[in-house]
C-alpha cells in the first residue's frame, strides 16, 4: 500500500504499471473494447457530468473519433470497468459508438479508488465541492492525513484544508457553489462564519444583490469585529445564544446584515448597515410600521 501511494503525488500515470511504455507503443498496447462490454466506475467521485458538454464532446467524437483512449481493468474474459474516462465513454454511447479505444490495465478494488480519486482531482473542469469530497474520500478511505495527502498530489496543504472546510457549508450554499451561483472565494469567505443561519443569510443577500467576493468579505469582518477601545477598556465577550438568536431575527426582520456586539459589562450595540438611500428609506418605512402598531 505505501508504494502505492506514494505513486500518488506523481499523477495518473504513475499509479498505471508501465504507463510510459504504453505511451511509447500505442498501437500495440491501444486495444478497442466493445461499448456494452464495459460498466461505469462503482467509486467514480464526480456526480455531476454537464449534458451540453457531453453533447458537444459526443459531436466532436462523431466528427474526428476519441483522441485520448480510456482506461479500464478487466473483470473476466468480456467485461470491462472505468479507470478513468467516464465522460468520454458516456459522450461515445450518445455518438453512437460500438467500440472505444482503450488501455486495459489490472487493479485491485483499493488501487481503483486511488486512481479515479487523483484522476478527478486533477482535472480543472470539476466544481469545488467535487474536489472536496475527492480529498475527503482520500482521507476517509485511503487512510490519508492532510500532510501526507498534500505531498501525494502535489497540493499546498492550505489549498486542501480549504477545500475540505467547504463540505462544512449548509448544502443550499454547497449546490449554490457547484451550480456557479457563487464562487469559491465567496464560499470561502462564508466558512469564517460560524453560525450556520447567518451564512444562508449573508448567502442570500450575495444572490440578490450579486455581492462581490471583497464585499462579502466586508460583510464578514463586520460581523466579526471587536468592540472598538474607549476610554474604559472594554473585552469583547462571546454573544449568548439568545442574543445570536435576536440578531438573526433582526437580520431577516430588516433584510441586512445586523451588527451586533456585547461587552463584558453588559453594554454593547446594534447597527442597522445599508448600503443606498433606496435602502436606508426601506429600513425607515420598516420602521414606521412597527411604530403604528
Known amino acids: 500500500m505505501t508504494a502505492k501511494k506514494n505513486a500518488l503525488g506523481r499523477g495518473l500515470g504513475a499509479l498505471i504499471e508501465n504507463a510510459d511504455e504504453l505511451k511509447s507503443k500505442p498501437s500495440a498496447s491501444i486495444n478497442e473494447i466493445e461499448i456494452t462490454n464495459i460498466e461505469a466506475n462503482p467509486w467514480q467521485p464526480r456526480s455531476h457530468f454537464d449534458e451540453e458538454r457531453l453533447q458537444e464532446l459526443a459531436q466532436s467524437i462523431k466528427e474526428i473519433g476519441i483522441i485520448q483512449p480510456l482506461t479500464l481493468r478487466k473483470l473476466d474474459d468480456n467485461k470491462y470497468q472505468i479507470i478513468a474516462g467516464e465522460r468520454r465513454f458516456r459522450a461515445a454511447k450518445l455518438a453512437g459508438l460500438s467500440q472505444v479505444p482503450a488501455y486495459v490495465r489490472t487493479a485491485d478494488d483499493d488501487t481503483m479508488l486511488e486512481m479515479a480519486l487523483v484522476e478527478n482531482i486533477q482535472r480543472e473542469d470539476l466544481d469545488p465541492i467535487e474536489v472536496a469530497i475527492s480529498y475527503q474520500r482520500l482521507i476517509d478511505e485511503c487512510q490519508l492525513t492532510?500532510?501526507?495527502?498534500?505531498?501525494?498530489?502535489?497540493?499546498?496543504?492550505?489549498?486542501?484544508?480549504?477545500?475540505?472546510?467547504?463540505?462544512?457549508?449548509?448544502?443550499?450554499?454547497?449546490?449554490?457553489?457547484?451550480?456557479?451561483?457563487?464562487?469559491?472565494?465567496?464560499?470561502?469567505?462564508?466558512?469564517?462564519?460560524?453560525?450556520?443561519?447567518?451564512?444562508?443569510?449573508?448567502?442570500?443577500?450575495?444572490?440578490?444583490?450579486?455581492?462581490?467576493?471583497?464585499?462579502?468579505?466586508?460583510?464578514?469582518?463586520?460581523?466579526?469585529?471587536?468592540?472598538?477601545?474607549?476610554?474604559?477598556?472594554?473585552?469583547?465577550?462571546?454573544?449568548?445564544?439568545?442574543?445570536?438568536?435576536?440578531?438573526?431575527?433582526?437580520?431577516?426582520?430588516?433584510?441586512?446584515?445586523?451588527?451586533?456586539?456585547?461587552?463584558?459589562?453588559?453594554?454593547?450595540?446594534?447597527?442597522?448597515?445599508?448600503?443606498?438611500?433606496?435602502?436606508?428609506?426601506?429600513?425607515?418605512?420598516?420602521?414606521?410600521?412597527?411604530?403604528?402598531?
Do not use: C, W
Open 146 to 293: 492532510q500532510e501526507s495527502m498534500s505531498e501525494r498530489v502535489g497540493k499546498k496543504r492550505s489549498t486542501i484544508s480549504n477545500y475540505l472546510r467547504l463540505l462544512k457549508l449548509p448544502a443550499d450554499i454547497q449546490l449554490a457553489l457547484r451550480e456557479k451561483q457563487i464562487s469559491m472565494g465567496h464560499a470561502r469567505a462564508l466558512i469564517n462564519i460560524e453560525d450556520a443561519s447567518t451564512q444562508l443569510m449573508i448567502y442570500e443577500q450575495i444572490i440578490k444583490y450579486d455581492f462581490s467576493v471583497r464585499k462579502v468579505e466586508e460583510v464578514v469582518r463586520e460581523l466579526s469585529q471587536e468592540e472598538p477601545k474607549e476610554n474604559t477598556k472594554i473585552t469583547k465577550q462571546p454573544i449568548p445564544e439568545e442574543y445570536k438568536k435576536l440578531k438573526t431575527q433582526l437580520s431577516n426582520f430588516f433584510k441586512t446584515n445586523i451588527q451586533f456586539s456585547r461587552g463584558n459589562d453588559g453594554k454593547g450595540k446594534i447597527v442597522i448597515p445599508f448600503r443606498s438611500d433606496e435602502e436606508l428609506e426601506k429600513i425607515v418605512s420598516i420602521l414606521d410600521k412597527a411604530n403604528s402598531l
